[in-house]
């Protein structure tokens, strides 16, 4: 244990505020800036592989945190190597208030205040997820909530950068908190932003609840509930729970995660929808229709003809899990509604054919002009059957107007090349010029900017963007929803030292 005033690195140690598995937290001051921080420090013992494997994982929760700007997340200080004690030392922003395992502890959170907390976490792990980091132990000690009733998601310490190749857990070993993990986390698969969703989920229904979902006496049976059952519906624990929230709990606690949230966004969307007192748009999952489910020959033809796919949008959205009388249990509600999605589905598709049949004209023989653009090398563009909604090909059928990707680039570098994909598929190639800038006498930099609109229908798509200089490369995915009519800007842009290539929706 380090005394009070004692110093790691600059940091005068003022005292302890906490313990866990990485390492022991201190309240300490910086006497450079005059001001209080929480100082994050680890000891290890071991030595060899282990001890590169803890060093690797401390200073990977360093890196990945200072990545992340956001209001509902922790800031990353500084962090570094105290040169006396070989301490390895992160420095955090010091919060005041609870977290929300201490808000637990008080018994069962009423639904609107848990409703909030959701939004709020759920939009700071969006953040994380575009940037290519996935939380991996979102749990309620992780979660701080402030006096102001603001959020504070904690300890990236095991994140997983998605575009990283490495990875720093040896094989077989349990990642994450078991009372609150993912089903394909607990079989070791690969995971992406959805098992931060499921974790969010299963703290929300604790706190809703007063109890966790998959409660079990030892860690094996836990997790054996996390893989094959489902929770109690909580509104056999909470008089008078919302349909509504039961519905997107379910969405959210689903096993398979294709019938989850697609993203940490869209979860948080139906949390302030139902606040709002409207109906969940996200929550009836009737964009996860696959097409396997489909045993008609008549479906199968609609999915696999061109002409006869529907937009995402315009898919049916039925009623919630829990919104009928005598609904039967949670794990049968869930197979009844997965043999009733695509039923409806088929429905509506056929109704829609026979719509577009009636009224289809001759197919026009131009091809559309591409639209202009800022900068002074034209774009080259994809044919318009790129950006199809995800899971579906493009639709033909009349949608209204299409929703709008403007993208914003800032670059720098003398020459280049931009590719933005939508859904897999070439939309945009562009070549790129900076100008040339002078600084300190001697070195020369160039900066460049690049701004566009796409054409892209309504739904769910996943936007790839790849920048190409010299002899190098990066690529990064972000997925948004689109909606007819609406424009949404997504901004890119190199940093000057490293060079990473960022995605944020603005």
Do not use: C
């Not at 018994?107 to 939004?119: H, I």
């Not at 996935?134 to 310490?157: E, I, Q, T």
């Not at 009733?340 to 056929?350: D, V």
């Amino acid at each position: 244990m380090t005394e009070p005033g004692s110093t790691i690195g600059r940091y005068e140690i003022v005292r302890e505020i906490g313990r866990g598995a990485m390492g022991v937290v201190y309240e300490a001051r910086d006497p450079v800036l005059d001001r209080t921080v929480a100082l994050k420090v680890i000891r290890h013992f071991a030595g060899g592989d282990l001890a590169r494997t803890l060093e690797e994982r401390f200073l990977a929760e360093a890196r990945v945190a200072a990545r992340l700007q956001h209001p509902g997340i922790v800031v990353v200080h500084d962090f570094g190597v105290d040169a006396a004690s070989g301490s390895m030392f992160i420095a955090l922003e010091l919060l005041r208030g609870q977290t929300l395992a201490d808000l637990g502890e008080k018994g069962p959170v009423d639904w609107p205040t848990v409703m909030r907390l959701v939004a709020q976490v759920a939009r700071a792990l969006h953040h994380a997820h575009v940037q290519g980091v996935v939380h991996r132990d979102v749990k309620p000690a992780n979660v701080f909530v402030l006096p102001s009733g603001d959020v504070k998601v904690m300890d990236f310490g095991i994140a997983r950068l998605e575009s990283a190749q490495q990875r720093l857990t040896t094989a077989g070993e349990f990642i994450g908190t078991p009372l609150y993990t993912a089903p394909e986390q607990a079989k070791h698969e690969d995971v992406d932003g959805r098992v931060d969703v499921f974790s969010l989920a299963s703290v929300a229904y604790s706190l809703l609840t007063g109890r966790a979902a998959f409660l079990a006496p030892t860690v094996p049976a836990i997790v054996h509930r996390v893989v094959y059952e489902e929770p109690e519906p909580p509104t056999r624990f909470v008089p008078g729970l919302p349909a509504a929230v039961e519905r997107i709990l379910a969405r959210a606690l689903a096993k398979d995660p294709d019938a989850r949230y697609p993203t940490a966004e869209a979860f948080a969307e139906d949390a302030e929808d139902v606040l709002a007192g409207l109906p969940p748009r996200h929550a009836g999952g009737d964009d996860l229709v696959e097409v396997e489910e489909l045993e008609s020959p008549l479906a199968a033809l609609l999915v696999d003809s061109e002409e006869a796919t529907l937009p995402a949008e315009e898919a049916p959205s039925g009623p919630g899990p829990a919104e009928a009388a005598g609904a039967p249990p949670a794990s049968a509600r869930t197979r009844w509604a997965r043999r009733a999605a695509p039923i409806a589905a088929l429905a509506l598709g056929l109704l829609a054919l026979t719509s577009w049949l009636s009224r289809r004209g001759p197919t026009p023989s131009a091809e559309p002009s591409p639209s202009k653009s800022t900068a002074t090398t034209p774009a080259t563009r994809a044919p318009t059957t790129a950006g199809a909604p995800r899971g579906g090909s493009p639709a033909a059928l009349p949608a209204g107007p299409p929703g709008r990707l403007r993208i914003d680039f800032e670059h720098p570098f003398k020459t280049g090349k931009l590719r933005v994909y939508l859904d897999d598929a070439l939309a945009l190639e562009q070549e790129l010029t900076g100008q040339e800038r002078k600084r300190a006498l001697v070195f020369r930099t160039h900066a460049g900017t690049f701004s566009e609109e796409l054409e892209v229908p309504p739904g769910l798509h996943e936007v790839r963007v790849e920048v190409r200089w010299d002899d190098n490369v990066r690529k990064e995915r972000i997925i948004g929803k689109f909606r007819s009519g609406v424009t949404r800007r997504l901004e890119a842009s190199l940093g000057l030292m490293r060079r990473d290539l960022n995605l944020d929706w603005k």
